[in-house]
């Protein structure tokens, strides 16, 4: 399984993969799945798994919540710098927020996001790209 270019995998923790065999299913299971390897160079997961079925790479949704810190930085243009730092990535985010906008400054390490670094969204659609990419602000 190839993933996405723009889905950040976690190097600080073990890859979750989970199995259901029905697609309308909220349960997942991780029983039978072995041998999960990613590789960060082709960006492939393999795994081996004694079930058909869908198969997801999990992790869980709060992860970051609560909040390590946060902070509210003006600017000159009128703008704020939205700063937020989560529990167990310690990767820092910043925001620009200007009106009727928001605008992913930092990570900048994280090639993942580079695509969003720097675009001009509302702020639902910058935090919903952000959870889709593996960062989520909200719960």
Not at 101 to 128: K, N, V, W
Request: aromatic share 6%.
């Amino acid at each position: 399984m190839v993933m996405p270019a723009d889905v950040i995998v976690p190097a600080d923790s073990s890859i979750q993969v989970g199995w259901t065999d029905n697609e309308a299913s909220t349960s997942w299971h991780f029983d039978g799945i072995s041998d999960v390897h990613f590789s960060r160079d082709t960006r492939i997961l393999t795994f081996s798994t004694m079930h058909a079925g869908v198969h997801a790479i999990l992790h869980q949704r709060y992860i970051d919540l609560p909040f390590d810190r946060w902070s509210l930085r003006p600017s000159l243009s009128g703008n704020v710098t939205l700063t937020i730092s989560g529990q167990r990535s310690k990767r820092e985010v910043q925001i620009e927020v200007g009106e009727g906008y928001c605008r992913l400054l930092q990570p900048s390490a994280d090639i993942e996001l580079r695509r969003l670094r720097g675009m001009r969204l509302g702020p639902h659609g910058l935090l919903a790209r952000l959870a889709a990419a593996g960062i989520n602000l909200v719960g």
